[in-house]
């Protein structure tokens, strides 16, 4: 089995201050993870992914993620927020060659 | 054109109409996939086809009946839907299951 469980439905920081999204993760077996993306009437777009090697990945838009196996977490950060980084972002897992499980998503506010 | 392209943007239909909503991904892909995407809901995945035979359906009622003549062509048939079948219906391919996932930017759904 494989679930996703995203903590915070909305999430709200400065323009420039650091973006943490969090991520926690089941599966019986080494998953494979994802972040996307989505903006207003549009599909969802990939940030960055886990699959096997590095764990600390690094995505689109300045984006980043560490996998870690025994926290089973896989946050997204950012730096420094920017105001076009405003949206909804998902965190998803696939395990032994399924389909992708998501997560309910985070909405990121971005205040000037 | 590239990626995954879904006909139409926005439907409306009674809910006696018969509609289907088209999905063209143009990557090459061999997995399909129909995803629901209802506010404040996670992600549901609904169907998945590989090598255009159906792997999953999560208990999708019937009145959603899809279709996948071959790997690049995917269709949603809407029959007698209820008004809470509103919805964003997002179409996906990939290479494989379990793999990266390519979204197209949906159909947004409304059934008066």
């Known amino acids: 089995a494989q679930s996703v469980t995203q903590l915070g439905s909305h999430v709200s920081v400065s323009e420039g201050a650091l973006v943490l999204l969090r991520c926690n993760y089941s599966?019986?077996?080494?998953?494979?993870l994802f972040w996307y993306v989505q903006y207003p009437n549009q599909g969802l777009q990939l940030l960055l992914k886990y699959t096997t090697g590095a764990t600390l990945v690094k995505g689109i838009n300045g984006f980043e993620a560490e996998f870690k196996k025994s926290e089973t977490s896989f946050h997204l950060t950012k730096p420094s927020a920017h105001m076009s980084d405003a949206a909804e972002y998902f965190c998803a897992v696939s395990a032994t060659r399924r389909a992708l499980t998501f997560g309910s998503g985070t909405r990121l506010q971005v205040q000037p | 054109e590239t990626g995954v392209t879904q006909t139409p943007r926005h439907l409306v239909m009674g809910m006696t109409n018969k509609k289907s909503l088209k999905c063209e991904q143009h990557?090459?892909?061999?997995?399909m996939y129909w995803y629901k995407q209802s506010a404040k809901k996670p992600l549901e995945l609904m169907f998945v086809?590989?090598?255009?035979?159906?792997?999953e359906n999560n208990s999708v009622p019937s009145r959603f009946s899809p279709e996948c003549p071959n790997s690049s062509h995917l269709f949603l048939h809407l029959h007698t839907l209820q008004p809470e079948d509103s919805a964003l219906y997002l179409c996906?391919?990939?290479?494989?299951?379990?793999?990266?996932?390519?979204f197209g930017n949906g159909t947004r759904l409304t059934v008066t």
């Open positions: 990557l090459g892909h061999n997995a």
């Open positions: 599966s019986s077996v080494p998953p494979y």
């Open positions: 996906a391919s990939s290479q494989d299951t379990g793999g990266e996932v390519h």
């Open positions: 086809y590989n090598f255009k035979e159906q792997t």
